[in-house]
């Protein structure tokens, strides 16, 4: 459900943001997508809609694989986005999910890939994935409290939305 709500993400030259009271986190790479015309009636692929294009685009800017990341933080305006992200992401193959999925502890704040670790929008409210971008920087700075995973998370991806457009970042602590 869309919140009231605020999140502000500060961009600068890496030399000033140093000097900040937060440590900066890097976009490493990004990846968007209107692979449709804006129309949930114009999609031929509602299994992956924009989202293969936007995580080709994300994967071919960078050295960093699927394998690299620590943590994700997927868009969930729709719980089936998540599923998809993981499978266009590359965490698991593709119709993989369930298997992935499976019990939850894969995606614990314990798991192999923590998912949504703040409870995402259908459990925060819907900032339309700046509430994950938060969220992440949260979790890349190590302050998340109860919530915080182990082994000290480095690379994280996010993704907004997920229908006939898309946009994707993977974050990674200075």
Wanted: net charge negative; with cysteine.
């Amino acid at each position: 459900m869309p919140i009231d709500g605020a999140a502000a993400i500060i961009v600068s030259r890496m030399d000033i943001a140093r000097t900040l009271k937060n440590p900066p986190i890097q976009i490493e790479a990004i990846g968007s997508s209107m692979r449709y015309r804006n129309s949930w009636t114009q999609l031929d692929a509602l299994d992956t809609q924009a989202q293969p294009k936007v995580a080709e685009m994300m994967w071919g800017r960078t050295d960093l694989k699927p394998a690299d990341v620590d943590i994700a933080q997927l868009y969930d305006g729709f719980s089936f986005h998540t599923i998809n992200w993981l499978e266009n992401f590359g965490f698991c193959e593709r119709y993989g999910a369930k298997d992935f999925l499976e019990g939850g502890t894969r995606i614990a704040l314990d798991g192999d890939l923590p998912v949504n670790t703040g409870g995402g929008a259908l459990s925060g409210g819907r900032l339309h994935a700046y509430g994950a971008v938060h969220e992440a920087c949260t979790q890349l700075w190590g302050r998340a409290g109860e919530r915080q995973v182990r082994d000290d998370p480095r690379i994280c991806a996010t993704s907004t939305s997920g229908g006939p457009l898309a946009g994707a970042m993977l974050l990674v602590r200075d």
